[in-house]
């Protein structure tokens, strides 16, 4: 066995039935997860359990983070305008249910948002990084 194993499929149910005891402490990345100490994300969880009877998982996030920096966007421009939103949204730094949006002008790359490290621990995947959203400490340190 590796003394590190990382993988984007770590925190998917399937991946911890098919490795079993074998995925214990590995390592991976989740764009959203509804335990997440962001700004809004509370209030997102609770109104989305309340309407549909389930957690909300990564692309109902997505959507509401997508309408949130619309939003923001228009109210910003004081306009649907594309240019005048284009410009906007460049320049937009707002916090959503997935971290805060910020990009790059100059080439339109995210740099705000980064996916949270989770590390399966007891079979379940535990957020580990940032710190700040820690749901269990690392057993295998993350620096």
């Avoid at 039935?17 to 402490?25: F, M, V």
């Avoid at 962001?38 to 309408?67: D, H, I, L, M, R």
């Amino acid at each position: 066995m590796p003394e590190v194993f990382f993988t984007d499929a770590a925190a998917l149910p399937k991946f911890i039935a098919l490795a079993g005891q074998d995925a214990e402490l590995s390592l991976g990345t989740v764009e959203y997860d509804a335990r997440l100490a962001t700004k809004s994300n509370g209030e997102f969880v609770k109104a989305f359990t309340a309407k549909w009877s389930a957690k909300p998982g990564p692309a109902a996030a997505a959507g509401y983070a997508a309408a949130t920096v619309l939003a923001g966007g228009v109210q910003h421009a004081g306009s649907l305008d594309q240019g005048r939103l284009r410009a906007a949204l460049a320049g937009l730094e707002l916090e959503t249910v997935l971290g805060r949006y910020q990009v790059n002008s100059a080439n339109g790359e995210q740099t705000g948002i980064k996916p949270a490290v989770v590390q399966i621990v007891n079979g379940r995947p535990e957020i580990v990084w940032p710190i700040a959203h820690q749901s269990a400490e690392a057993k295998l340190k993350c620096q």
